[in-house]
């Protein structure tokens, strides 16, 4: 069983809806990741955050929303989405300065936006 | 050019077979490299860490050609449950950046009785 956990496991929401995924990590781990999983595609880094502090933004829309209020927990806000937004989204948690930076995934929140 | 590149398969193999998969990356700066393994509708889990001498777990082996950039994983008797999509994985960062990770697309397995 991961130490990562993600909530909802599966969201099914309109293009106007507002929605929020959540993130937590029981592994005292300093560093956070969201991906978008999309079939046929690999994984893409969407946001990254060190120390609470974001350290990246892969040139994701300004639909997603990310929010880290500690090192345990993320959160990605969700406004305004379009269809192809559809995919799977997972978090992740590492430990920064831990040497290969093995990152440890959530099971994931399944996306369809309709 | 994309940072990591894999055969996607899907590779059918029977119980029992060796199986290898090859990958290549395209930053000669990269620094750490792995294996993950992803199941149906699952998140990815880390299979092995690859090191440049190369290494073994049980019925997995993993090489690394740093001159030819290129990746590879062996399996050995292969077994029903080794079913899944394999991810090669690198990592370009170094030192004391935040280390980032970028993941092939995946090769399909399914192992058939």
């Known amino acids: 069983e991961t130490g990562v956990t993600q909530t909802p496991r599966h969201l099914v929401m309109g293009m106007t809806n507002k929605k929020s995924l959540k993130c937590e990590q029981h592994l005292g781990h300093n560093a956070m990741y969201w991906y978008k999983q999309s079939a046929k595609k690999p994984l893409e880094l969407m946001f990254v955050y060190n120390f609470k502090e974001q350290t990246e933004n892969n040139s994701v829309p300004s639909r997603f929303s990310p929010e880290c209020p500690n090192s345990s927990h993320l959160f990605l806000h969700l406004h305004t989405l379009q269809p192809e937004d559809s995919a799977l989204y997972l978090c992740?948690?590492?430990?920064f300065g831990g040497g290969n930076n093995e990152q440890f995934f959530g099971p994931g929140t399944r996306l369809t936006v309709l | 050019r994309k940072e990591v590149e894999q055969d996607p398969g899907p590779f059918n193999v029977p119980e029992g077979a060796t199986v290898a998969f090859n990958c290549t990356y395209s930053n000669s700066a990269s620094q750490s490299f792995f294996w993950y393994r992803q199941d149906c509708r699952k998140e990815p889990k880390l299979l092995m860490s690859?090191?440049?001498s190369g290494n073994e777990d049980g019925r997995f082996t993993a090489q690394l050609n740093r001159a030819s950039q290129y990746i590879s994983l062996l399996i050995r008797d292969s077994k029903l449950s080794d079913s899944a999509t394999y991810l090669c994985?690198?990592?370009?960062?170094?030192?004391?950046?935040?280390?980032?990770?970028?993941f092939g697309r995946g090769t399909q397995l399914t192992v058939w009785p």
């Open positions: 992740a948690s590492s430990q």
């Open positions: 994985v690198v990592n370009h960062d170094r030192g004391s950046t935040l280390g980032r990770l970028y």
């Open positions: 690859v090191y440049s």
